[in-house]
Protein backbone atom coordinates (compact mmCIF):
# COMPACT_ATOMS: atom_id res chain seq x y z
CA UNK A 1 0.00 0.00 0.00
CA UNK A 2 1.50 2.94 -0.81
CA UNK A 3 0.79 6.63 -0.27
CA UNK A 4 1.10 8.00 -3.67
CA UNK A 5 1.62 6.30 -7.25
CA UNK A 6 3.50 8.63 -9.81
CA UNK A 7 2.74 7.14 -13.38
CA UNK A 8 6.04 8.85 -15.55
CA UNK A 9 9.34 9.10 -14.57
CA UNK A 10 10.14 12.27 -16.64
CA UNK A 11 11.44 15.43 -14.21
CA UNK A 12 7.51 15.83 -13.74
CA UNK A 13 7.06 12.76 -12.49
CA UNK A 14 10.44 12.48 -10.43
CA UNK A 15 9.83 16.26 -9.08
CA UNK A 16 6.63 14.95 -6.98
CA UNK A 17 7.97 11.64 -6.23
CA UNK A 18 10.71 13.75 -4.64
CA UNK A 19 8.29 16.18 -2.43
CA UNK A 20 6.59 13.21 -1.17
CA UNK A 21 9.75 11.46 0.04
CA UNK A 22 10.69 14.28 1.55
CA UNK A 23 7.65 14.01 3.59
CA UNK A 24 8.59 10.49 4.62
CA UNK A 25 5.73 8.74 2.25
CA UNK A 26 5.98 5.55 0.69
CA UNK A 27 6.16 6.72 -3.18
CA UNK A 28 5.69 4.15 -6.22
CA UNK A 29 6.81 5.22 -9.82
CA UNK A 30 5.90 3.72 -13.03
CA UNK A 31 7.42 4.11 -16.44
CA UNK A 32 7.53 2.22 -19.16
CA UNK A 33 10.79 2.15 -20.15
CA UNK A 34 12.80 3.47 -17.32
CA UNK A 35 13.51 6.46 -15.67
CA UNK A 36 13.87 9.77 -18.19
CA UNK A 37 13.23 7.30 -20.90
CA UNK A 38 10.87 9.91 -22.10
CA UNK A 39 11.27 14.01 -23.47
CA UNK A 40 13.26 14.74 -20.10
CA UNK A 41 15.91 11.93 -21.30
CA UNK A 42 16.71 13.84 -24.67
CA UNK A 43 16.32 17.31 -22.91
CA UNK A 44 19.47 19.68 -22.93
CA UNK A 45 17.62 20.71 -19.71
CA UNK A 46 19.10 24.57 -19.48
CA UNK A 47 17.52 26.51 -16.77
CA UNK A 48 16.51 29.84 -18.28
CA UNK A 49 13.40 32.35 -18.44
CA UNK A 50 11.49 33.12 -21.02
CA UNK A 51 12.91 36.39 -22.70
CA UNK A 52 9.46 37.75 -23.93
CA UNK A 53 7.81 40.87 -23.27
CA UNK A 54 5.21 40.43 -20.83
CA UNK A 55 2.31 37.40 -20.29
CA UNK A 56 1.41 34.97 -17.84
CA UNK A 57 3.15 32.18 -19.56
CA UNK A 58 6.47 34.67 -19.00
CA UNK A 59 5.36 35.38 -15.38
CA UNK A 60 5.15 31.62 -14.37
CA UNK A 61 8.17 30.50 -15.82
CA UNK A 62 10.21 33.57 -14.38
CA UNK A 63 8.67 32.48 -10.97
CA UNK A 64 9.68 29.08 -12.06
CA UNK A 65 13.24 29.98 -12.66
CA UNK A 66 14.59 31.91 -9.42
CA UNK A 67 12.80 28.58 -7.88
CA UNK A 68 14.58 26.18 -9.44
CA UNK A 69 17.77 28.11 -9.78
CA UNK A 70 17.96 27.62 -5.90
CA UNK A 71 16.28 24.29 -5.79
CA UNK A 72 18.68 22.70 -8.02
CA UNK A 73 22.15 24.29 -6.73
CA UNK A 74 21.03 23.42 -3.12
CA UNK A 75 19.40 19.74 -3.98
CA UNK A 76 20.81 18.71 -6.57
CA UNK A 77 24.29 20.25 -6.78
CA UNK A 78 26.15 17.95 -8.45
CA UNK A 79 24.00 17.70 -11.10
CA UNK A 80 23.66 21.35 -11.60
CA UNK A 81 25.95 23.41 -13.20
CA UNK A 82 25.72 27.09 -12.80
CA UNK A 83 26.65 29.20 -16.19
CA UNK A 84 26.05 32.81 -17.23
CA UNK A 85 23.49 33.05 -19.99
CA UNK A 86 23.81 34.90 -22.80
CA UNK A 87 20.58 34.72 -24.96
CA UNK A 88 21.01 36.30 -28.30
CA UNK A 89 17.89 37.75 -30.73
CA UNK A 90 17.15 35.65 -33.73
CA UNK A 91 15.36 38.84 -35.44
CA UNK A 92 14.92 42.07 -35.60
CA UNK A 93 11.22 41.13 -34.03
CA UNK A 94 13.22 39.46 -31.22
CA UNK A 95 15.12 42.57 -30.77
CA UNK A 96 12.88 44.25 -30.01
CA UNK A 97 11.26 41.75 -27.40
CA UNK A 98 14.38 41.67 -25.91
CA UNK A 99 14.86 45.48 -25.41
CA UNK A 100 11.45 45.55 -23.37
CA UNK A 101 12.46 42.43 -21.29
CA UNK A 102 15.21 44.09 -20.56
CA UNK A 103 13.34 47.64 -19.32
CA UNK A 104 11.14 45.76 -17.45
CA UNK A 105 12.91 43.00 -15.58
CA UNK A 106 13.32 42.31 -12.06
CA UNK A 107 15.64 39.51 -12.44
CA UNK A 108 18.89 40.73 -12.42
CA UNK A 109 21.26 41.01 -15.93
CA UNK A 110 24.79 41.12 -16.32
CA UNK A 111 27.50 42.28 -18.79
CA UNK A 112 28.50 39.86 -21.37
CA UNK A 113 32.06 40.12 -20.74
CA UNK A 114 34.85 39.34 -23.90
CA UNK A 115 35.49 35.84 -22.95
CA UNK A 116 31.49 35.08 -23.44
CA UNK A 117 31.48 37.14 -26.88
CA UNK A 118 35.17 35.86 -28.44
CA UNK A 119 33.64 32.68 -29.65
CA UNK A 120 30.42 34.14 -31.42
CA UNK A 121 29.82 34.98 -35.53
CA UNK A 122 30.04 38.58 -36.20
CA UNK A 123 26.33 38.60 -37.05
CA UNK A 124 26.01 36.68 -33.52
CA UNK A 125 27.24 39.84 -31.96
CA UNK A 126 25.82 42.58 -33.94
CA UNK A 127 22.71 41.31 -32.57
CA UNK A 128 20.29 42.56 -29.32
CA UNK A 129 21.47 40.15 -26.39
CA UNK A 130 20.43 40.09 -22.66
CA UNK A 131 22.77 37.89 -20.34
CA UNK A 132 22.08 36.87 -16.65
CA UNK A 133 23.37 33.40 -14.68
CA UNK A 134 21.45 30.87 -15.22
CA UNK A 135 22.33 26.97 -14.99
CA UNK A 136 22.24 23.50 -17.13
CA UNK A 137 20.76 20.52 -15.29
CA UNK A 138 22.20 16.49 -15.74
CA UNK A 139 18.45 15.44 -17.06
CA UNK A 140 19.18 12.10 -16.29
CA UNK A 141 21.01 12.25 -13.08
CA UNK A 142 19.01 14.22 -11.48
CA UNK A 143 15.55 12.25 -12.31
CA UNK A 144 17.41 9.52 -10.72
CA UNK A 145 19.04 11.28 -7.61
CA UNK A 146 14.89 12.30 -7.49
CA UNK A 147 13.39 9.25 -7.64
CA UNK A 148 15.83 7.39 -5.47
CA UNK A 149 13.94 6.91 -2.63
CA UNK A 150 10.91 5.45 -4.04
CA UNK A 151 10.02 2.11 -5.34
CA UNK A 152 10.44 1.58 -9.29
CA UNK A 153 8.37 -0.51 -11.59
CA UNK A 154 8.68 -1.19 -15.01
CA UNK A 155 5.62 -0.95 -16.40
CA UNK A 156 3.35 0.19 -19.20
CA UNK A 157 0.39 1.04 -17.01
CA UNK A 158 -3.03 0.92 -18.91
CA UNK A 159 -5.59 -0.18 -15.82
CA UNK A 160 -6.30 2.11 -13.10
CA UNK A 161 -9.35 1.75 -11.01
CA UNK A 162 -10.40 3.19 -8.27
CA UNK A 163 -11.69 1.13 -5.53
CA UNK A 164 -12.88 1.57 -1.51
CA UNK A 165 -10.91 4.90 -1.24
CA UNK A 166 -7.51 3.72 -3.28
CA UNK A 167 -6.37 3.90 -6.98
CA UNK A 168 -5.70 0.18 -7.87
CA UNK A 169 -3.02 0.30 -10.50
CA UNK A 170 -2.95 -3.19 -12.80
CA UNK A 171 -4.86 -4.94 -9.87
CA UNK A 172 -1.63 -5.35 -8.04
CA UNK A 173 -0.40 -1.83 -6.42
CA UNK A 174 -2.68 0.40 -4.27
CA UNK A 175 -2.09 3.83 -3.35
CA UNK A 176 -4.38 6.63 -1.90
CA UNK A 177 -3.31 9.34 -4.63
CA UNK A 178 -2.31 8.84 -7.97
CA UNK A 179 -0.22 11.44 -10.14
CA UNK A 180 -0.29 11.05 -13.81
CA UNK A 181 3.11 12.81 -15.57
CA UNK A 182 2.86 10.84 -18.48
CA UNK A 183 3.99 13.76 -20.64
CA UNK A 184 3.09 13.87 -24.55
CA UNK A 185 3.06 9.80 -24.34
CA UNK A 186 0.03 10.36 -22.12
CA UNK A 187 -2.37 6.87 -23.07
CA UNK A 188 -4.23 6.30 -19.74
CA UNK A 189 -7.47 8.66 -19.79
CA UNK A 190 -9.48 9.15 -22.39
CA UNK A 191 -10.90 12.18 -21.54
CA UNK A 192 -11.83 14.29 -24.62
CA UNK A 193 -10.66 17.86 -23.13
CA UNK A 194 -7.32 17.00 -22.63
CA UNK A 195 -5.87 18.19 -25.88
CA UNK A 196 -1.65 17.82 -25.44
CA UNK A 197 0.29 18.34 -28.18
CA UNK A 198 3.92 16.20 -28.44
CA UNK A 199 6.31 18.31 -30.54
CA UNK A 200 9.97 16.09 -31.66
CA UNK A 201 12.99 17.20 -30.78
CA UNK A 202 16.51 16.18 -31.27
CA UNK A 203 19.60 17.24 -29.52
CA UNK A 204 23.43 16.37 -29.96
CA UNK A 205 26.40 16.46 -27.85
CA UNK A 206 29.55 17.14 -29.57
CA UNK A 207 33.61 16.95 -29.10
CA UNK A 208 34.90 20.01 -29.75
CA UNK A 209 38.21 21.90 -29.28
CA UNK A 210 36.30 25.14 -28.65
CA UNK A 211 36.26 26.60 -24.97
CA UNK A 212 32.71 27.99 -24.28
CA UNK A 213 32.52 29.02 -20.93
CA UNK A 214 28.49 30.07 -21.06
CA UNK A 215 25.07 28.78 -22.28
CA UNK A 216 24.50 30.64 -25.44
CA UNK A 217 20.73 30.37 -26.81
CA UNK A 218 19.87 31.59 -30.19
CA UNK A 219 18.62 29.36 -32.93
CA UNK A 220 19.40 26.49 -30.60
CA UNK A 221 20.88 26.42 -27.39
CA UNK A 222 24.44 25.56 -26.79
CA UNK A 223 25.87 24.56 -23.35
CA UNK A 224 29.40 25.54 -21.28
CA UNK A 225 32.03 23.10 -22.21
CA UNK A 226 32.34 19.86 -20.21
CA UNK A 227 35.90 18.15 -20.96
CA UNK A 228 35.52 19.42 -24.26
CA UNK A 229 31.79 18.30 -25.03
CA UNK A 230 29.02 20.77 -25.20
CA UNK A 231 25.22 19.99 -26.10
CA UNK A 232 23.57 21.51 -28.74
CA UNK A 233 19.41 20.98 -28.94
CA UNK A 234 17.11 21.23 -30.21
CA UNK A 235 15.04 21.20 -32.89
CA UNK A 236 11.20 21.73 -32.81
CA UNK A 237 9.61 19.18 -35.44
CA UNK A 238 6.05 19.59 -35.51
CA UNK A 239 5.86 16.90 -38.40
CA UNK A 240 7.48 13.45 -36.53
CA UNK A 241 5.58 11.55 -34.42
CA UNK A 242 7.61 8.34 -32.85
CA UNK A 243 4.36 6.07 -32.35
CA UNK A 244 2.33 7.97 -35.53
CA UNK A 245 4.34 8.73 -38.43
CA UNK A 246 5.18 5.60 -41.02
CA UNK A 247 8.62 6.85 -41.73
CA UNK A 248 11.47 6.79 -39.11
CA UNK A 249 12.91 9.78 -37.90
CA UNK A 250 15.72 11.09 -39.88
CA UNK A 251 18.90 11.72 -37.64
CA UNK A 252 20.96 13.21 -40.06
CA UNK A 253 18.54 15.73 -41.30
CA UNK A 254 18.73 16.76 -37.65
CA UNK A 255 22.04 16.59 -37.02
CA UNK A 256 22.77 18.82 -39.83
CA UNK A 257 19.92 21.40 -39.03
CA UNK A 258 21.75 21.42 -35.50
CA UNK A 259 25.04 22.15 -36.58
CA UNK A 260 23.79 24.72 -39.31
CA UNK A 261 21.98 26.56 -36.65
CA UNK A 262 25.15 26.41 -33.59
CA UNK A 263 27.17 27.56 -36.54
CA UNK A 264 25.07 30.80 -37.30
CA UNK A 265 26.04 32.09 -33.50
CA UNK A 266 29.05 30.16 -32.82
CA UNK A 267 32.38 29.56 -34.16
CA UNK A 268 32.26 26.21 -33.94
CA UNK A 269 35.24 24.58 -36.27
CA UNK A 270 35.48 20.92 -36.14
CA UNK A 271 33.35 18.63 -34.03
CA UNK A 272 32.43 15.49 -33.56
CA UNK A 273 28.90 14.03 -32.38
CA UNK A 274 29.63 11.95 -30.05
CA UNK A 275 25.67 11.45 -28.52
CA UNK A 276 21.89 11.95 -29.81
CA UNK A 277 19.04 12.13 -27.81
CA UNK A 278 15.43 12.88 -29.34
CA UNK A 279 12.12 12.87 -27.60
CA UNK A 280 8.81 14.41 -27.44
CA UNK A 281 7.97 18.03 -25.71
CA UNK A 282 4.51 17.87 -24.45
CA UNK A 283 2.46 21.13 -24.94
CA UNK A 284 -1.07 22.11 -24.09
CA UNK A 285 -3.36 24.34 -26.57
CA UNK A 286 -2.80 27.30 -24.54
CA UNK A 287 1.01 26.79 -23.60
CA UNK A 288 0.39 27.15 -19.52
CA UNK A 289 1.37 23.58 -17.90
CA UNK A 290 -1.60 21.68 -16.57
CA UNK A 291 -1.51 20.97 -12.51
CA UNK A 292 -4.09 19.45 -10.89
CA UNK A 293 -7.17 17.52 -10.54
CA UNK A 294 -9.13 16.35 -13.31
CA UNK A 295 -12.50 16.74 -14.01
CA UNK A 296 -14.99 13.82 -15.02
CA UNK A 297 -16.27 15.10 -18.32
CA UNK A 298 -18.90 13.35 -18.60
CA UNK A 299 -20.21 13.24 -15.07
CA UNK A 300 -20.26 17.11 -14.99
CA UNK A 301 -21.61 17.85 -18.69
CA UNK A 302 -24.67 15.56 -17.00
CA UNK A 303 -25.00 16.72 -13.29
CA UNK A 304 -24.17 20.73 -13.86
CA UNK A 305 -24.75 21.78 -17.85
CA UNK A 306 -26.37 25.56 -16.70
CA UNK A 307 -23.35 26.12 -14.68
CA UNK A 308 -20.76 25.17 -17.32
CA UNK A 309 -22.22 27.02 -19.77
CA UNK A 310 -21.98 30.52 -18.01
CA UNK A 311 -19.36 33.18 -18.91
CA UNK A 312 -16.91 32.28 -16.05
CA UNK A 313 -18.05 29.11 -15.04
CA UNK A 314 -16.55 28.12 -11.14
CA UNK A 315 -14.11 25.22 -11.73
CA UNK A 316 -14.85 24.02 -7.82
CA UNK A 317 -18.53 23.49 -9.39
CA UNK A 318 -17.19 20.54 -11.75
CA UNK A 319 -17.20 16.71 -10.49
CA UNK A 320 -13.25 15.60 -10.42
CA UNK A 321 -12.02 12.14 -10.36
CA UNK A 322 -11.16 11.35 -6.50
CA UNK A 323 -7.12 11.90 -5.54
CA UNK A 324 -6.18 11.64 -9.37
CA UNK A 325 -4.22 15.09 -10.54
CA UNK A 326 -2.20 15.37 -14.04
CA UNK A 327 1.52 17.34 -13.63
CA UNK A 328 1.89 18.26 -17.53
CA UNK A 329 2.12 20.54 -20.67
CA UNK A 330 5.38 22.40 -19.74
CA UNK A 331 6.54 22.39 -23.49
CA UNK A 332 10.35 22.75 -23.65
CA UNK A 333 10.52 24.42 -20.08
CA UNK A 334 10.18 21.15 -18.10
CA UNK A 335 12.97 21.49 -16.00
CA UNK A 336 12.35 24.93 -15.16
CA UNK A 337 8.86 24.00 -14.33
CA UNK A 338 8.95 20.58 -12.43
CA UNK A 339 10.45 22.06 -9.30
CA UNK A 340 7.75 24.55 -8.91
CA UNK A 341 4.65 23.02 -9.93
CA UNK A 342 5.59 19.70 -7.79
CA UNK A 343 5.63 21.71 -5.29
CA UNK A 344 2.38 23.55 -5.72
CA UNK A 345 1.10 20.07 -6.18
CA UNK A 346 2.62 18.39 -3.02
CA UNK A 347 0.54 21.64 -0.71
CA UNK A 348 -2.07 20.81 -2.88
CA UNK A 349 -2.54 17.50 -1.70
CA UNK A 350 -1.38 17.67 1.84
CA UNK A 351 -2.74 20.77 2.82
CA UNK A 352 -5.51 21.31 0.71
CA UNK A 353 -3.97 24.69 -1.02
CA UNK A 354 -5.43 26.03 -4.18
CA UNK A 355 -3.87 25.70 -7.32
CA UNK A 356 -4.03 28.89 -9.72
CA UNK A 357 -6.90 28.18 -11.85
CA UNK A 358 -4.54 29.29 -15.18
CA UNK A 359 -2.98 25.91 -14.29
CA UNK A 360 -6.10 23.86 -13.51
CA UNK A 361 -6.80 21.33 -16.59
CA UNK A 362 -10.30 22.10 -15.97
CA UNK A 363 -10.35 25.29 -18.28
CA UNK A 364 -9.92 23.22 -20.79
CA UNK A 365 -13.29 21.07 -19.78
CA UNK A 366 -14.86 24.43 -19.42
CA UNK A 367 -13.71 25.09 -23.11
CA UNK A 368 -14.70 21.19 -24.58
CA UNK A 369 -18.14 21.61 -23.06
CA UNK A 370 -18.85 24.95 -24.20
CA UNK A 371 -18.12 23.64 -27.59
CA UNK A 372 -19.59 20.47 -27.54
C1 LIG B 1 15.12 17.64 -27.34
C2 LIG B 1 14.51 18.35 -26.17
C3 LIG B 1 15.19 19.37 -25.54
C4 LIG B 1 14.63 20.01 -24.42
N1 LIG B 1 15.35 20.99 -23.78
C5 LIG B 1 14.86 21.53 -22.64
C6 LIG B 1 15.61 22.48 -21.90
O1 LIG B 1 16.72 22.85 -22.28
N2 LIG B 1 15.09 22.98 -20.75
C7 LIG B 1 13.87 22.57 -20.29
O2 LIG B 1 13.46 23.04 -19.22
N3 LIG B 1 13.12 21.68 -20.98
C8 LIG B 1 13.58 21.16 -22.14
N4 LIG B 1 12.84 20.29 -22.85
C9 LIG B 1 11.47 20.02 -22.41
C10 LIG B 1 11.47 19.02 -21.27
O3 LIG B 1 12.28 17.93 -21.60
C11 LIG B 1 10.03 18.55 -21.06
O4 LIG B 1 9.22 19.65 -20.73
C12 LIG B 1 10.01 17.56 -19.92
O5 LIG B 1 10.85 16.47 -20.22
C13 LIG B 1 8.61 17.05 -19.67
O6 LIG B 1 8.73 16.12 -18.63
P1 LIG B 1 7.57 15.11 -18.31
O7 LIG B 1 7.97 14.43 -17.06
O8 LIG B 1 6.27 15.82 -18.34
O9 LIG B 1 7.52 14.12 -19.57
P2 LIG B 1 8.51 12.96 -20.05
O10 LIG B 1 9.90 13.24 -19.71
O11 LIG B 1 8.19 12.70 -21.48
O12 LIG B 1 8.08 11.73 -19.16
C14 LIG B 1 6.88 11.03 -19.34
C15 LIG B 1 7.17 9.59 -19.01
O13 LIG B 1 5.95 8.88 -18.88
C16 LIG B 1 6.14 7.57 -19.33
N5 LIG B 1 4.83 7.02 -19.64
C17 LIG B 1 3.88 7.52 -20.48
N6 LIG B 1 2.76 6.75 -20.45
C18 LIG B 1 3.01 5.75 -19.57
C19 LIG B 1 2.25 4.63 -19.10
N7 LIG B 1 1.00 4.42 -19.55
N8 LIG B 1 2.80 3.79 -18.20
C20 LIG B 1 4.07 4.00 -17.74
N9 LIG B 1 4.83 5.05 -18.15
C21 LIG B 1 4.32 5.91 -19.05
C22 LIG B 1 7.06 7.73 -20.54
O14 LIG B 1 7.78 6.53 -20.77
C23 LIG B 1 7.98 8.87 -20.08
O15 LIG B 1 9.19 8.40 -19.51
C24 LIG B 1 13.35 19.62 -23.96
C25 LIG B 1 12.67 18.60 -24.59
C26 LIG B 1 13.23 17.94 -25.69
C27 LIG B 1 12.48 16.83 -26.34
Known amino acids: MYDIAVIGAGINGCSIA ?13 DK ?13 FISPKFSKAGELKEIIEEAFIYSMEYYETNFYHFFTKAQLLHIAKDAAEEESLRVFKANTTLRLKEANEALVKNLTQK ?13 VNAKGVCQKMAAGADFVTLEVKDIVYEDGYWLIEQQYAARELVLATGAYETILQEPYIGLRGVWGHRIDV ?21 GVMAIGATHNVHYHPQKSKEPYDLTQGRQELLQKARETVNLGEVEIV ?14 PLLGQLVLANETL ?12 DYKEFLYYPNLYMINGSGGYGFVLAPYLAKMLKEHIL ?14 FARWAKRS
Open 18 to 30: YEFLKEAKRVVVF
Open 33 to 45: EGIASGGSGAAGA
Open 124 to 136: AKAKEHVSLDAGV
Open 207 to 227: QSSLQNPCSIHQFVSISPSSE
Open 275 to 288: ADYTGLRSGSHDYM
Open 302 to 313: QCCEKKIRVKRP
Open 351 to 364: SGKEISSRLSPARF
